[in-house]
């Protein structure tokens, strides 16, 4: 296997984990909230300063808080990888001339970049501290609806951001798989040029035996 190969592979991994992460945290918190939900699930550090039919949110909240940090870590780790392969390639002689499919792969992994870094270094933190107020409040026994309301407000913003990045993302494997493989006798040239392969045919005596 050559270091091309290999660093496709890599790359591939981390784009799968990256968008797998996305998926998977949508899925869990739908689920979690749902089963809470239908259970009933109370918490008693809450029985007195919050309606009964509320607590499987604050369960779910509680629960989601470490799904989504953990989310982010992946994010951030598979962002990394995923950018340092590909500053690589546009700085060798892998990916030397501009197509289509690779202009567009750019785009897609620059919108899931800005979108991941407004959500963790901007939105999840915000959110994140006004549902622990609300949560520090509420066991308290103190009114902390405005902390929940500004959680509340902002959560259609992260259902927005989430999707957008898996949607970049798809883009982005779409994008990558068409490259990986070439579809013209141009594309051929094009392969053949960027591994350094000769272009001359194999002289005829050569293939005499």
Same mark, same amino acid.
């Given at each position: 296997?050559?270091?091309?190969?290999?660093?496709?592979?890599?790359y591939l991994?981390f784009?799968?984990?990256?968008? =797998?992460?996305?998926?998977m945290?949508?899925?869990?918190?739908? %689920?979690?909230f749902t %089963?809470l939900?239908?259970?009933? !699930?109370?918490?008693?550090?809450? !029985?007195?300063?919050?309606?009964?039919g509320?607590?499987?949110?604050?369960?779910?909240?509680?629960?989601?808080?470490?799904v989504?940090?953990?989310?982010?870590?992946?994010?951030?780790i598979?962002?990394v990888?995923v950018?340092?392969i590909?500053?690589?390639?546009?700085?060798?002689?892998?990916?030397?001339?501009?197509?289509?499919? +690779?202009?567009?792969?750019?785009?897609?992994?620059?919108?899931a970049?800005l979108?991941?870094?407004?959500?963790?270094?901007?939105?999840?933190?915000?959110?994140?501290? +006004?549902?622990?107020?609300?949560?520090?409040? !509420?066991?308290?026994?103190?009114? =902390?609806?405005?902390?929940?309301?500004?959680?509340?407000?902002?959560?259609p913003? !992260?259902s927005? %951001?989430?999707?957008?990045?898996? =949607?970049c993302?798809?883009?982005v494997?779409?994008?990558?798989?068409?490259m990986m493989?070439?579809?013209?006798?141009?594309?051929?040239?094009?392969?053949v040029?960027?591994? =350094?392969a000769?272009?001359?045919?194999?002289?005829?005596?050569?293939?005499?035996?």
């Open positions: 296997m050559t270091i091309h190969k290999l660093t496709n592979a890599i991994v784009l799968s984990l990256w968008f =797998g992460s996305l998926i945290t949508g899925i869990v918190a739908g %689920v979690t %089963v939900h239908n259970i009933d !699930a109370q918490v008693p550090a809450f !029985a007195e300063s919050v309606p009964s509320d607590h499987y949110q604050i369960a779910g909240g509680q629960v989601m808080q470490s989504f940090l953990l989310g982010d870590f992946i994010q951030l598979s962002v990888a950018f340092a590909v500053g690589s390639q546009l700085f060798s002689a892998k990916i030397k001339l501009p197509t289509t499919p +690779n202009l567009i792969r750019l785009a897609g992994l620059t919108g970049l979108l991941v870094c407004y959500n963790v270094f901007i939105l999840s933190p915000r959110m994140n501290t +006004n549902l622990r107020k609300y949560w520090d409040a !509420a066991e308290a026994n103190e009114d =902390g609806s405005a902390f929940k309301k500004a959680f509340d407000d902002e959560h913003t !992260a927005f %951001v989430l999707a957008s990045t898996a =949607g993302l798809l883009v494997i779409a994008s990558s798989g068409f493989f070439p579809h013209t006798e141009e594309d051929e040239r094009r392969k040029i960027v591994s =350094g000769s272009q001359l045919e194999t002289p005829k005596l050569l293939n005499q035996t």
